[in-house]
């Protein structure tokens, strides 16, 4: 590790990327929205990179790592500057609204989780009392991937990961694309919370979906359910559509995206994304669950009233084929769904598919207990309260019930289970269900 010492006159703006730690000696700087004075140590992650601002002469002791950074630059090649207008711009509006609710959009590696950051941060300073909600599900900075959080902004702080969310909710995927009412519903509820709880500002960090008509759909039907008083854009093009839409109902307001952004790459995300997972089940236990006994929300073929396998195949006999590898079978007008304890090869299930669908007008549906093990779920406890997530240990059938090893750090009563889309191996690496 080096060790450098600058002086910065005020004024001055320098770029930081980690791993860094930077000790302020004298002086003071802005960083992602706070002032940070003498004897002050800030630690820069080796993912990230920001701009700070001497507001004073300032001397800085700068510790980097392999592959860190520290320049000072052109102030007006950086946007600190730029985002202390959008924040001052937001925090004057307070006196009249006396209720801000801000959502931050744009592209992806745009800035918005940094400028979200910088904008809650920036009110907090100036005597607000702040909230921030991660609404990005491919995120782990407040909670984990698969979830959107809530957090109270009680300190500085310039990495989401340094706060504890008080709140969150399972939305059960990492794209916004196949799960998009559940994160609409579930910001709109949050954003409620936070307000009610006595926060004077909630800022909301979104994805970076806004490219084509679906994901410019999706943003706003999001801002329409949530009805900010405030929208900052990273994009040009993008705010002048937002502002031509919404004509004067939001403060669209335009933000500059960083000019050199520390873009992550896939394999750094599903890294952070792992490490996430690994974090919050490093003090779980396993606890069994009984289908009969607890709610199961979107999780066919276990969350419905089970037909005998006799009766199933007094009216569909062609299932005679696979009748020992029944474990649970459900039906309804249109579907006829099992549950097996290992698939038919290809070739019986095609056939099978086709025989149900010809016959009965019916869509045969199948999966294997193998694709429950490895799952999240949501967990619920009291009056509909997520309380947890949880990883599906195993599954299997015992005295004509379903026995679920669900693995979880939370320990009160658990009253129904929320289904997801995400499985992980046993190294908590994301994987499709059925891999």
């Known amino acids: 590790m080096s060790v450098v010492t600058y002086t910065l006159k005020a004024g001055e703006v320098a770029r930081v990327s980690g791993p860094a730690r930077i000790e302020v000696v004298n002086g003071r700087i802005l960083l992602v929205g706070s002032v940070y004075g003498e004897k002050s140590n800030l630690v820069i992650h080796e993912l990230r990179s920001y701009s700070l601002k001497a507001l004073a002469e300032t001397e800085l002791k700068v510790f980097l790592g392999s592959g860190g950074f520290f320049s000072v630059v052109d102030p007006s090649t950086e946007v600190v500057d730029d985002w202390l207008r959008v924040a001052e711009v937001i925090g004057g509006d307070f006196t009249l609204l006396k209720r801000l609710k801000v959502v931050v959009v744009g592209p992806p590696e745009s800035g918005k989780t940094t400028l979200t950051a910088f904008i809650a941060n920036y009110l907090r300073g100036r005597g607000l009392n702040c909230c921030i909600l991660e609404g990005d599900v491919g995120q782990e900075d407040l909670a984990m991937p698969a979830t959107i959080a809530l957090a109270v902004v009680n300190k500085p702080f310039i990495w989401q990961r340094e706060l504890s969310f008080s709140e969150f909710r399972f ?42 008509r679906d994901g410019v759909s999706y943003k706003l039907e999001l801002l329409r359910w949530v009805k900010p008083t ?131 007008s019916a869509r045969l549906v199948i999966s294997s207990v193998e694709d429950l093990k490895r799952c999240l779920m949501g967990v619920v406890g009291e009056n509909m309260s997520e309380v947890a997530v ?20 939370y320990n009160g009563p658990i009253k129904s289970l929320i289904s997801g889309n995400i499985r992980l191996d046993e190294e908590y690496r994301e994987v499709r269900k059925g891999e």
């Open 171 to 212: 939305i059960g995927c990492i794209s916004p694309r196949n799960c998009g009412s559940r994160i609409i519903a579930s910001v709109v509820d949050l954003v409620n919370q936070a307000l009610s709880k006595g926060c004077d500002v909630v800022v909301v960090n979104t994805d970076g979906w806004v490219s084509g």
């Open 230 to 360: 405030h929208l900052v854009v990273l994009d040009q093009g993008l705010s002048d559509l937002m502002s031509n839409v919404f004509r004067g109902a939001i403060k669209v307001i335009r933000a500059r995206p960083p000019t050199q952004p520390r873009v992550r790459s896939r394999e750094e995300r599903q890294r952070l994304r792992t490490e996430a997972y690994k974090r919050y089940f490093i003090n779980s236990s396993v606890r069994t669950l009984r289908a009969s006994e607890i709610g199961l929300i979107g999780v066919p073929p276990l969350n419905c009233a089970g037909v005998p396998v006799n009766k199933l195949l007094e009216t569909f006999p062609e299932l005679s084929a696979i009748a020992s590898h029944i474990v649970r079978a459900c039906k309804d007008d249109k579907e006829l769904i099992l549950l097996v304890d290992e698939y038919p090869h290809t070739g019986l299930l095609d056939t099978l598919r086709n025989e149900v669908y010809s016959k009965y």
């Open 390 to 409: 949880g990883l599906v240990e195993d599954v299997r059938l015992e005295e004509n019930d379903i026995v679920i090893k669900l693995r979880t750090p």
